[in-house]
């Protein structure tokens, strides 16, 4: 039998190999989102979310990607439908809508899918679904907008304990390193200063990132597991140049990708 850490990485570098297959297509795409939640994402979906029960928000659009990567493990998407990712028609659209499959709710307005789980999970409480869960992956250059932290206000003013937010921390945005742009630090005693849990880890440790999540859904407060990620890592082919927002992959990069991520996988 394998070890969970070897379970979980598994997991995440098929989110990664499906990513991938997905842009290959296009020669482009958001593919730097998958490298740098894929742990986060596969400790998530492995290890706490169930769908029967729980509610799911993609707050970046782009980001869905790895919902979609995900989904075949969990029975949420046949693994044949991720070859029309991105394509005319297709309900799998590089940036997530309104009919996005795997999630309850994917948001094209950066910042706003915090206050779309915080109608859930107050919904969830008015309705007297005591056991349901609401898991939000944001990403940190939405932290930068006001919205956000008028949620994160809110959640801790009514106690929105089952409410948990996957933090993805990877320094990115179109217009460069978030961190060039805004001074966001430091995120979790910001949040713990506005009445939550924060839970910091390194996002490419899967078995951490599992041990937030469960931390975070045992703290009675609204809780937030910020990771620590990369838009390159897991995938050692790519250039030194490579762009983590966007990232352009030719044919011959997209093989090598495969390749890469087959052999760690065989």
């Not at 956000?148 to 937010?165: D, P, Q």
Request: glycine fraction near 10%; charged fraction near 25%.
């Amino acid at each position: 039998m394998t070890s969970s850490r070897s379970r979980l990485e598994e997991f995440a570098d098929r989110i990664r190999l499906r990513a991938v297959r997905m842009v290959a297509p296009h020669g482009f795409g958001y593919l730097g989102q998958a490298l740098s939640c894929a742990e986060l994402v596969a400790a998530l979906f492995a290890d706490h979310y169930e769908a029967e029960r729980d509610d799911l928000v993609v707050s970046p659009g782009h980001y869905i990607i790895a919902a979609f990567a995900a989904g075949p493990e969990i029975g949420l998407l046949d693994e044949a439908e991720l070859a029309t990712y991105g394509h005319d028609g297709s309900r799998l659209e590089a940036i997530g809508t309104e009919k996005s499959p795997v999630v309850d709710l994917v948001c094209g307005s950066l910042g706003s899918g915090l206050s779309g789980a915080v109608g859930f999970a107050l919904a969830n409480r008015m309705a007297g679904k005591d056991d349901a869960r609401v898991f939000t992956l944001i990403s940190d250059g939405e932290l930068e907008e006001g919205q956000l932290w008028e949620a994160v206000l809110f959640a801790a003013h009514h106690r929105l304990g089952a409410l948990t937010v996957v933090l993805d921390a990877n320094d990115s945005q179109v217009d460069g390193p978030v961190s060039s742009i805004t001074t966001l630090e430091p995120i979790a005693a910001k949040f713990e200063a506005f009445g939550w849990a924060a839970f910091d880890i390194d996002g490419h440790d899967a078995d951490a990132a599992s041990a937030a999540i469960a931390a975070a859904i045992a703290d009675p407060r609204p809780a937030v597991v910020i990771g620590r990620t990369s838009t390159r890592h897991g995938l050692d082919v790519l250039p030194p140049d490579a762009d983590g927002h966007f990232i352009k992959l030719p044919a011959e990069l997209a093989e090598a990708a495969i390749a890469e991520l087959e052999a760690r996988l065989a």
